[in-house]
């Protein structure tokens, strides 16, 4: 065996669009949408810089629903750039890329090799003296939807004892949060005898198992919510007796930050915007070179929350930030550091003893209990939400969007209407509130 | 719960009043003013805290100020005691807004006091009730009742059922505020909501996206357009150089049509000449050099011969001895060595005088050794040091047998002289002994006993016997004195005995007696039996004294006559001794012991002395006995030792006669004197090594002439074997001989000499012949192999050869120069082409040709530039969709539009499902509560009213309360008349109260609710207040004097107080 370098990278996802965001201006746009091309460069500069022998992607370069153009030609400019110096890439097509969707017809490269929908096998080799360093083996997604397990395709060719890498596009171990592709558990990947499998379509950064190494380098640019923190790359370094140390780059432009607040104890207006500018503040010295994006969580329970149903404050605060951040972009280098705050998920209560609440004899102990009942029957929580949402479901637009809910967030309207409730209803009669001015 | 004690300090106009609670039911009558709504409020504000200055109807302020306040004590259901004190705060502080003074202390059943806050008296004394609904249920005035009659008939139900649960309107102004906002947000057909706007922005980017997102694919088609126009480019590209080269070709073939001409006159003259002429480059030239040269080597080396014989000439004239010059060098090393060949002559000559003396030397020595010896024996002698050793060991030998014969010789003097002395004392003891026993037996004569062991065991005999004569003696002197002191002793005891006998034989009776008196059978009987045996003891005692009186008799018989004795010891003593005295002193022993006693004695006493005597003789003859045996034992010993010595002497001699004999044949065998001594031996061997050098130097001597000899035989016969002379010459002659020869030598060298000069100038020439002659063969070569190349027979026909190759050169080289002139810088190809085109075609048709292909030539590039402004076209249209593509943000433009429609409805879900969860439970409100309320809140009615109504009836959906009249029906309670109305409202919160399920029984109020009531159902309305409070206090305010007097008499057990 020979030791050598090769970058390990997935779900480029190049030109998808940022969820979630509203209230842009042209210019942050701008800047989001070419996020996804900017952290591909900075992948290519890593390999270069690197000295990388070579790089596996494992699958969903770009979205081909969205069928962008800009997405292709970047992507095959990039391949260029790495060709340049000599870095060979091999490509597997996942669910978001399949086989057959519209991709660029191209003349074929020399150091790009991309997998067919047949299981493949070909050698690396390292750069600086061509000599055979890795067998890579491979397999694309025809269509969108692969429900057979390709994994077991994947055998190890016995008589070469180079270095096995496999790229493989796969929910492993039906990861109940990602749709279930190529399913297959860890047990199939360790029994193929191969030693580095390349993972893709997992957009969160997780090592399954080492030795063998069963790695998701997750996506190189979070685009929501549900993709926050660092994202990037691995480089991985394989010795002269296959020992494998990984290091993890980041590649991403905007971060993605989840912020809890809790509401307990803010006494007004001006301590709530405070306690967010403050965070903001954290955020900013955290990655001071990068645009993020926040989403604040209201939590706890406090006098605040009645103003921020009623008096809407988180939502003018919003504006206001947005308003703020708008003009700080467009400064010259203004959007390196900015923190643009995706939203305010108000999820806390007003001050009342919700477990006192739930135990009276009343009707709003009794709407508690009620919704508490539907938090936990999904028949009945359903049927809710049926009746609540049925005025919307006659837009086409809102009920694709409906559709596309999670469970999570149907429980989060839930609790929150309950909580409305309770300041609906608990405004005058309810609690100690009553022997006030 | 249950209200004991109210303490007004200060509440409304009331002002120090205090009102104790005693029975289940209180009745607080009294006229208008006096303070019964005050004292509800009291209850109120004491429990639930004092309305603030916000509600100056409700806080009920002194009017005169003061204290405000007072003193609540109730008895929860546990039986604990609650002391609620609840005052405003002083005027000064009463600005900061909620500021009473309030304690409230619980005291358990144990005494215990606690301090409990506002929330734990809630939440224990009156059961999570709240002030509202405390309010509207249980402490009611008819406003509160009549309330329920100016809501709408719509509202009503909410209103109703949820009476006491938050205030009921509230129900319905959270409704309508959720729909209104609901509305806001979305409406199914609106135009003018946010989402109807963000919808509309969706539709629209949706169009430009559809647009954008065929770009991918517009791309793709100009690109594969783009690959084919290309291909197409070049293509005509390929045809565009094919004319343009073949109409270069035309022209170049016009152009140089004259030269071609020329060109395909001279080819056709070089055809006519042979094709291949195999002459030589420069052939002629190299012919010439080669004569030239040849010509010269000839002329030099006949030069060369020449000089040669000359040096030749001279040499021979040069004669030479050939055997000297081969016997030179062997006669110069013999020259050499002549002066040390004489030395060794002389040398020799010493040696041999040198070895006459020292032959002398030696005789002499041989003839000092022994006469008859020579060289040989001297030889073998030799002296080695085995040698030398046998001869010491000889010699030690004999020194040793020298000393061991002196020792034994000595020994055996000795030894002969101990044995004589041995046998004179031997004789001398002998002879002492027998004068002993002489004198002893003259001495002891008398004594029988011959031996001592016999005399001895009569001797002891006689002594013991001896002494038992004297014991005798001594005995019956000693016998007649005890025999009379005995008598007294023995009467005095009987005397003893007999006065204890009668003492006991008196108590022997006396005592059972008094015993047999005390009841005491047994005990007496055995008294009596014991004194019996102690009196028959003391008898026996009595008796005892006749008895040693009996023994004395026995005792003197013991003494016997002595005579026995002496008679013994007399015939023991004759025994022992013959002596005529002693044996008369034995027979007068024998008359009697009483006079012969001394006698006996002295007797005994001389024999002691002599047995003693006898005794120590018997010793002293022994003693000289054993000396006797010593003395022999001893001679026979050195006898013994004296033979042993012979013996050894005799065995030494034999020893030397051996060694002797062996020393004997030693000489012999080494010729020397048979007497000679071992001594002498060991001197000679100082000769004979002496000798040993001699011979040793004789024979150095001798070989150094030897190898003188050798070396001058050898020098000689070498100088003979040169000089040739007869093998009788010797010494000096040949020596003069090799002189003379060694001149001639001389001689013969000074020639060699010369000669070698001659040869030195010879050799060059020699070598430079040769060299020449070489050359010359190969310049031969050169020029055969110039005319093979030439395949010329000669050099004839080589000339000739040699004029046709110039010409046909020539043609070549114009020829070249002609194509040179063509086609120079076209390839094989094209110059092909290009003749092809000449000899196919004359100059007419040459022309004509040449203007097609320009013709076609101008086509084929016009269509070039068509293809090439449509493949311009293509990538402008390309690079227009990457511009475009590259600024497309519609996409992200509509996700942020989905966004805000999330948020949207989000927002809708959240109020939509606020909503829908008011709805349902309220739904279950209806469904579950109502039934069981309605029930009992129907039986109520019925009884209020007499039985008039039957029930309450809540219509499903329409949230109407009908009540069902006996005779008449349902009739909406709307419709109802007043009183009617209150009653049924009374039924439904005496209902409502008895279905709470809350641990604590809260106490009533009513203020004054029976105003509007018939008489009938007042007293049916106090029947069942009577019957209620059964279970929980109810306090009741009226200022009706008519209700005060139907309590008493229909309520009992009602206390009543006025105020």
């Known amino acids: 065996m020979v030791s050598f370098k090769f970058i390990h990278t997935a779900d480029l996802h190049l030109d998808s669009q940022f969820k979630g965001i509203s209230g842009l201006s042209d210019g942050i746009r701008s800047f989001l949408r070419e996020s996804t091309f900017t952290s591909l460069d900075r992948l290519v500069e890593l390999a270069v810089s690197e000295e990388v022998d070579f790089m596996v992607i494992s699958g969903d370069v770009y979205d081909a629903q969205d069928s962008s153009l800009q997405a292709q030609l970047r992507f095959y400019e990039a391949l260029e750039r790495l060709g340049k110096h000599g870095i060979g890439v091999y490509v597997i097509h996942g669910n978001h890329d399949p086989l057959d969707s519209p991709r660029m017809k191209t003349g074929k490269r020399e150091h790009v090799h991309v997998f067919g929908p047949e299981f493949e096998r070909v050698t690396a080799y390292r750069r600086q003296d061509q000599r055979a360093a ?42 109940p949060a990602h749709e279930t592709y190529s399913p297959c558990t860890h047990q199939d990947l360790i029994a193929s005898g191969y030693d580095y499998w390349a993972l893709g379509h997992i957009h969160k950064r997780q090592i399954l198992h080492e030795l063998p190494h069963i790695v998701y380098p997750g996506n190189i640019q979070g685009r929501s919510i549900r993709e926050t923190g660092v994202k990037g790359c691995y480089v991985v370094q394989v010795a002269e007796d296959g020992d494998v140390n990984m290091r993890f780059h980041d590649l991403d432009t905007i971060r993605w930050f989840h912020e809890t607040v809790p509401i307990d104890g803010m006494e007004g207006e001006e301590a709530f915007q405070t306690q967010v500018e403050e965070r903001m503040q954290e955020i900013r010295r955290e990655c001071p070179g990068k645009m993020s994006i926040v989403r604040f969580v209201l939590t706890g329970r406090g006098s605040l929350h009645e103003k921020l149903e009623e008096g809407r404050i988180a939502v003018e605060l919003l504006h206001e930030l947005h308003r703020r951040a708008i003009r700080a972009a467009s400064e010259p280098s203004g959007l390196a550091g900015l923190v643009w705050v995706e939203s305010f998920d108000v999820r806390s209560g007003p001050w009342i003893d919700r477990e006192a609440l739930l135990k009276e004899d009343s009707f709003l102990g009794e709407l508690l209990r009620y919704g508490q009942q539907a938090r936990g029957d999904m028949t009945t929580r359903a049927e ?3 009746s609540a949402l049925n005025p919307l479901m006659a837009n086409r637009e809102l009920r694709m969007l409906l559709n596309e809910t999670d469970d999570e967030e149907c429980a989060g309207w839930l609790h929150r209407a309950e909580e409305m409730a309770v300041l609906l209803l608990a405004g005058e009669g309810g609690g100690e509130s009553t022997d006030e001015d | 719960m249950k209200i004991e004690r109210l303490q007004i300090h200060g509440f409304g106009r009331i002002k120090e009043q205090e009102i104790q609670f005693n029975a289940p039911i209180t009745v607080l009558a009294g006229p208008n003013e006096a303070g019964k709504s005050t004292i509800l409020q009291f209850v109120r504000a004491m429990l639930y805290g004092i309305p603030s200055r916000a509600y100056p109807s409700e806080r009920y302020e002194p009017p005169g100020g003061g204290r405000h306040g007072g003193v609540l004590t109730a ?44 929330n734990d008296l809630e939440r224990e004394l009156l059961g999570g009730l709240s002030r509202d609904m405390f309010k509207q249920l249980f402490a009611v005035t008819l406003t509160e009742l009549q309330e329920i009659r100016t809501l709408q008939s719509e509202e009503m139900g909410s209103y109703l059922f949820h009476a006491g649960f ?48 065929s770009y991918l694919s517009k791309f793709m088609d100009a690109e594969s357009k783009l690959q084919e126009i290309k291909h197409r480019i070049s293509e005509t590209d390929q045809n565009r150089t094919a004319l343009s080269s073949q109409l270069v070709v035309l022209h170049k073939a016009l152009q140089i049509r004259p030269q071609w001409l020329e060109w395909k006159e001279a080819s056709a003259e070089r055809g006519g000449l042979p094709d291949r002429i195999s002459f030589p480059g420069e052939g002629i030239q190299r012919w010439e050099r080669l004569r030239d040269e040849q010509d010269r080597i000839l002329l030099r080396l006949q030069e060369l011969e020449r000089a040669s014989d000359e040096w030749n000439k001279q040499l021979d004239l040069i004669q030479i001895d ?145 002494e038992r004569w004297r014991e005798t003696r001594l005995d019956r002197l000693s016998l007649k004195g005890l025999e009379e002191r005995d008598a007294v002793v023995s009467g005095r005891m009987k005397d003893l005995y007999r006065k204890l006998l009668w003492g006991s034989a008196a108590v022997t009776v006396i005592l059972p007696a008094i015993l047999w008196l005390l009841q005491s059978t047994w005990g007496a009987l055995s008294a009596f039996l014991i004194f019996i045996f102690v009196d028959v003891m003391l008898w026996r005692g009595s008796s005892a004294s006749s008895v040693n009186s009996r023994s004395r008799r026995q005792k003197e018989r013991f003494i016997h006559d002595p005579a026995d004795e002496e008679d013994r010891l007399s015939s023991l003593m004759s025994s022992l001794i013959s002596d005529p005295l002693t044996a008369s002193a034995a027979a007068s022993g024998q008359r009697g012991y009483s006079f012969s006693e001394q006698d006996m004695e002295s007797s005994l006493r001389e024999l002691r002395k002599l047995v003693e005597a006898w005794l120590l003789w018997q010793d002293e003859l022994e003693r000289s006995k054993s000396e006797v ?288 969860m008011i709805t349902r439970t309220r739904s279950i409100y209806e469904k579950e509560k109502q039934p069981q309320v309605l029930k009992l809140a129907s039986t109520y009615f019925q009884e209020l009213t007499g039985g008039s109504y039957n029930r309450i009836i809540m219509k499903m959906g329409e949230k109407k309360l009908l009540a069902e009249h006996r005779d008449e029906g349902l009739i909406d309670s709307s419709l109802l008349s007043r009183g009617t109305a209150e009653q049924l409202y009374l039924a439904m919160r005496f209902a409502l109260a008895g279905s709470m399920k809350s641990k604590a029984v809260v106490p009533m109020l009513f203020d004054d609710l029976f105003v509007n009531f018939d008489e009938d159902r007042m007293c049916a309305a106090l029947n069942l207040t009577g019957r209620l409070a059964a279970d929980r206090q109810i306090i009741m305010l009226t200022c009706h004097r008519y209700l005060v007097d139907h309590i008493q008499s229909r309520i009992p057990q009602a206390e009543i107080i006025r105020i």
Not at chain 2, 170 to 198: C, F, H, N, T
Not at chain 2, 832 to 857: F, G, V, W
Request: net charge negative.
């Open chain 2, 166 to 213: 938050g205030g009921g309107g509230e129900i319905m102004r959270a409704e309508r505020k959720l729909i209104q906002d609901m509305d806001k947000l979305y409406k199914p057909r609106g135009r003018v909501q946010e989402s109807a706007k963000v919808l509309h922005a969706m539709e629209q980017l949706q169009r430009e996206i559809s647009e954008s997102r």
């Open chain 2, 75 to 118: 008895r929860a259901a546990d039986g604990s005691k609650w002391t609620i004190t609840r005052y405003t705060a002083s005027e000064q502080r009463a600005g900061a807004g909620r500021s009473e003074q309030l304690s409230i202390v619980k005291t358990d059943m144990q005494g215990t006091a606690v301090h409990m806050t506002q």
């Open chain 2, 629 to 916: 045996a010593g003395a022999r034992q001893r001679v026979e010993t050195l006898q013994h030792e004296v033979s042993a010595v012979t013996r050894k002497m005799d065995g030494e001699q034999g020893i030397f006669e051996q060694l002797d004999t062996e020393w004997q044949f030693w000489l012999t065998e080494r010729r020397l004197e048979a007497g000679t001594s071992p001594e002498t031996v060991m001197d000679m061997f100082g000769f004979a090594e002496q000798g040993m050098e001699l011979i040793r130097r004789l024979d150095g001597l001798e070989h150094k002439q030897q190898i003188l000899d050798q070396e001058i035989e050898a020098f000689e016969k070498e100088c003979r074997m040169i000089l040739a002379v007869d093998q009788e010459m010797r010494g000096i002659r040949i020596l003069s001989q090799l002189e003379n020869r060694k001149a001639a030598w001389a001689e013969q060298q000074q020639l060699l000499r010369e000669k070698e000069a001659i040869h030195s100038k010879l050799e060059p020439v020699k070598e430079e012949i040769f060299k020449l002659s070489r050359e010359m063969n190969q310049i031969a070569k050169a020029v055969q192999s110039l005319l093979d190349e030439g395949q010329a027979a000669d050099s004839e026909a080589f000339l000739r050869l040699g004029a046709v190759s110039e010409r046909v050169q020539e043609l070549n080289r114009s020829i070249r120069h002609l194509e040179v002139s063509m086609f120079s810088g076209w390839s094989a190809e094209r110059v092909q082409a290009l003749l092809d085109i000449l000899n196919h075609q004359d100059a007419a048709a040459l022309d004509k040709a040449c203007r097609e292909t320009e013709e076609e030539s101008e086509k084929a590039k016009k269509q070039w530039n068509d293809l090439q402004l449509q493949q311009g076209r293509l990538l402008q249209e390309r690079d227009q969709l990457v511009r475009l593509c590259s600024h497309d943000t519609a996409l992200q433009q509509l996700e942020e539009q989905k966004a805000s429609l999330k948020e949207i409805a989000a927002e809708y879900a959240v109020l939509s499902i606020c909503a829908e």
């Open chain 1, 384 to 386: 809710v939400l049926r």
């Open chain 2, 322 to 466: 050939e055997q000297l010059i081969r016997q030179g060098p062997h006669l110069e090393r013999l020259a050499n060595r002549h002066e040390y060949v004489e030395m060794r002559m002389k040398e020799l000559q010493e040696f041999s005088g040198e070895k006459a003396a020292v032959g002398q030397q030696l005789q002499q020595l041989l003839q000092q050794i022994h006469s008859g010896w020579t060289r040989s024996e001297l030889r073998a002698f030799s002296g080695a040091v085995s040698e030398r050793e046998a001869v010491r060991r000889y010699a030690a030998g004999f020194a040793g047998y020298d000393r061991r014969m002196e020792g034994l010789a000595f020994e055996r003097e000795q030894k002969s002289r101990q044995l004589e002395s041995a046998e004179y004392e031997l004789r001398r003891t002998e002879a002492a002994f027998k004068e002993r026993k002489d004198t002893g037996i003259r001495r002891f004569g008398m004594i029988i006993p011959q031996t001592k062991s016999e005399l001895l065991s009569v001797w002891n005999e006689l002594q013991s016997e001896a």
């Open chain 1, 134 to 175: 890795a067998v890579i083996g491979g397999i694309s997604y025809p269509t969108a939807k692969v429900i057979e397990n390709t994994s077991l395709r994947f055998k190890r060719d016995k008589d070469n004892s180079l270095f096995h890498i496999a790229l493989l596009h796969a929910n492993i171990d039906g990861d």
